[in-house]
């Protein structure tokens, strides 16, 4: 499967970053046979193969070198990157470009009621999220002795849930919060889609040389929508 002759791509297969990435590869020439069920989308003009996979899956893809290229938010990245790290697992990679979508906060947020007078106020407790590393790291950063609790759904339901005080989870519009009951209070990471490449040296050549020609096109529709 790696040594396949033909450039492998991971884009999320339905989700925030999905039809942005997809047009993206559109609008640079790569024409794209997409089929709904199938997890494998062949380019009909180029030696790429499309790998449609959920989006927490695609940090590994890459740092493993199943996949060449990903299109990925920063946040799923940076916490996947924590994660293999403490495993020990590879977690390198090289950011080629970063995109102009997928745009969204990962915030602390606590219940209306609460009286919260900054990030001290969460001191022992416990905060609900999918992203318990970054989490963590900003807890520690800030000195703060406060517990990640894991959830990888539902995180906005538990503090009602009595499952945790408070929750860190993406905000874009808002409306999920506010549906909740929640308040946005400390805006721990700020993210939009980048395009990753494998950074452990083993492209072929030839792969090497279509990424090269690809990205001045990437570059030319950035700034085109500039
Ligand atoms: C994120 C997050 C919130 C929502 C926030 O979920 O977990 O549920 O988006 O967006 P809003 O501020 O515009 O309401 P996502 O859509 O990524 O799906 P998931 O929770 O199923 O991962
Ligand atoms: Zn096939
Ligand atoms: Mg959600």
Redesign the pocket.
């Known amino acids: 499967m790696s040594n396949s002759k033909r450039l492998r791509i991971a884009v999320q297969k339905s989700?925030?970053l999905s039809d942005d990435s997809i047009a993206l590869l559109k609008a640079i020439g790569i024409k794209l046979n997409i089929r709904d069920r199938l997890l494998i989308a062949h380019s009909t003009n180029q030696p790429i193969d499309l790998l449609r996979v959920r989006?927490d899956d695609i940090p590994g893809l890459v740092m493993d070198g199943v996949v060449d290229l990903g299109f990925i938010g920063e946040n799923e990245l940076e916490e996947k990157m924590l994660e293999r790290k403490a495993a020990g697992k590879p977690f390198e990679y090289e950011v080629l470009r970063r995109l102009d979508y997928g745009g969204?906060r990962l915030s602390i947020a606590v219940p209306n009621e609460m009286d919260y007078n900054g990030i001290q106020s969460l001191e022992g407790k416990k905060v609900a999220t999918?992203y318990p590393y970054l989490l963590e790291r900003y807890f520690k950063d800030q000195g703060i002795n406060a517990k990640a609790v894991m959830l990888?759904?539902?995180?906005?339901v538990a503090p009602r849930a009595g499952v945790a005080d408070a929750i860190c989870?993406?905000?874009?519009?808002?409306?999920?919060?506010?549906?909740n009951g929640l308040v946005e209070k400390d805006v721990i990471f700020r993210s939009k889609a980048v395009l990753i490449k494998r950074a452990d040296g083993e492209l072929s050549e030839e792969k090497e040389t279509l990424v090269n020609r690809l990205m001045p096109r990437v570059d030319g529709v950035l700034l085109a929508k500039e």
């Open positions: 989700g925030r989006d969204c999918t990888q759904g539902s995180v906005e989870d993406l905000v874009s519009t808002g409306a999920t919060l506010e549906a």
